[in-house]
T-cell receptor, first 117, second 114 residues
Framework: AQTVTQSQPEMSVQEAETVTLSCTYDTSENNYYLFWYKQPPSRQMILVIRQEAYKQQNATENRFSVNFQKAAKSFSLKISDSQLGDTAMYFCAFMSDPQGGSEKLVFGKGTKLTVNP | DGGITQSPKYLFRKEGQNVTLSCEQNLNHDAMYWYRQDPGQGLRLIYYSQIVNDFQKGDIAEGYSVSREKKESFPLTVTSAQKNPTAFYLC?????????????FGPGTRLTVL
C-alpha cells in the first residue's frame, strides 16, 4: 500500500519570505499523480498544485512550485513571497494512475503553516 | 453555481443513534468519495463510488454505510457500530474524463457524539 509522509507537523515563516514543505511517499508504481492541498481555517480543501509522475518538469502555479524527485520519492512544495493568506494546513497526497482503476487519494498527516506579519 | 454541498455543517448525535450526512454535487461528476479527518491524522478514505448503484469500501469503512441511487448524491450513514464517530467528514467528487482526476471537496460536516 502507498504511504505518504510529511515530517514537519508545524512550520512558520515571515511574510514575504520563502518556505519549503517536505513530503515523501512510498510506492512501487511507475505512473501516478501527486498533489498538494491547502486547508485554511475555514476547513475547505483547496488544490494548490499537482504533478504527473511521467513529467520530469516540476509543476509551478504562480508563487507555488514543487521539487519532484522521482527516484528519491520526494515531492516538496515551495511557497515564495509568503502571504498571510497562506496560513493553513497543507496536505500532500498520492493517487495511483487512474487508468489502473483506482482513483483513491492517500494523504499525509499534514503540515500546519503559519505566516507571521 | 456548480459545486459540492454538504449538510448539515454541524451535527450532534447521542451515543447509539445512527445519523446520515448529506453530500450533493451538480458538477456532473461520476465518482464521489467520503473522507474522515481527525486531528493529526490527515484524511482517510471511508467509501467511494465510481458509478451509480455501485460503491467500494475505503480504508476505514467499518461502522459506516453509503448509497448511490443518483449520480448527484452520495449520503453517508454513521451507524452506532462506529466506535469513535466524532470527526470532520469531507465529501469529494471527480470527473473521470479529467485525465488527472482532480478531486473537488465540499465544505465538510463536523459530527460530535454527545
Amino acid at each position: 500500500a502507498q504511504t505518504v509522509t510529511q515530517s514537519q507537523p508545524e512550520m512558520s515563516v515571515q511574510e514575504a519570505e520563502t518556505v519549503t514543505l517536505s513530503c515523501t511517499y512510498d510506492t512501487s508504481e511507475n505512473n501516478y499523480y501527486l498533489f498538494w492541498y491547502k486547508q485554511p481555517p475555514s476547513r475547505q480543501m483547496i488544490l494548490v498544485i499537482r504533478q504527473e509522475a511521467y513529467k520530469q518538469q516540476n509543476a509551478t502555479e504562480n508563487r507555488f512550485s514543487v521539487n519532484f524527485q522521482k527516484a528519491a520519492k520526494s515531492f516538496s512544495l515551495k511557497i515564495s513571497d509568503s502571504q498571510l493568506g497562506d496560513t493553513a494546513m497543507y496536505f500532500c497526497a498520492f493517487m495511483s494512475d487512474p487508468q489502473g482503476g483506482s482513483e483513491k487519494l492517500v494523504f499525509g498527516k499534514g503540515t500546519k503553516l503559519t505566516v507571521n506579519p | 453555481d456548480g459545486g459540492i454541498t454538504q449538510s448539515p455543517k454541524y451535527l450532534f448525535r447521542k451515543e447509539g443513534q445512527n445519523v446520515t450526512l448529506s453530500c450533493e454535487q451538480n458538477l456532473n461528476h461520476d465518482a464521489m468519495y467520503w473522507y474522515r479527518q481527525d486531528p493529526g491524522q490527515g484524511l482517510r478514505l471511508i467509501y467511494y463510488s465510481q458509478i451509480v448503484n455501485d460503491f467500494q469500501k475505503g480504508d476505514i469503512a467499518e461502522g459506516y454505510s453509503v448509497s448511490r441511487e443518483k449520480k448527484e448524491s452520495f449520503p453517508l450513514t454513521v451507524t452506532s457500530a462506529q466506535k469513535n464517530p466524532t470527526a470532520f467528514y469531507l465529501c469529494a467528487s471527480t470527473h473521470r474524463d479529467a485525465g488527472y482526476n482532480e478531486q473537488f471537496f465540499g465544505p465538510g460536516t463536523r459530527l460530535t457524539v454527545l
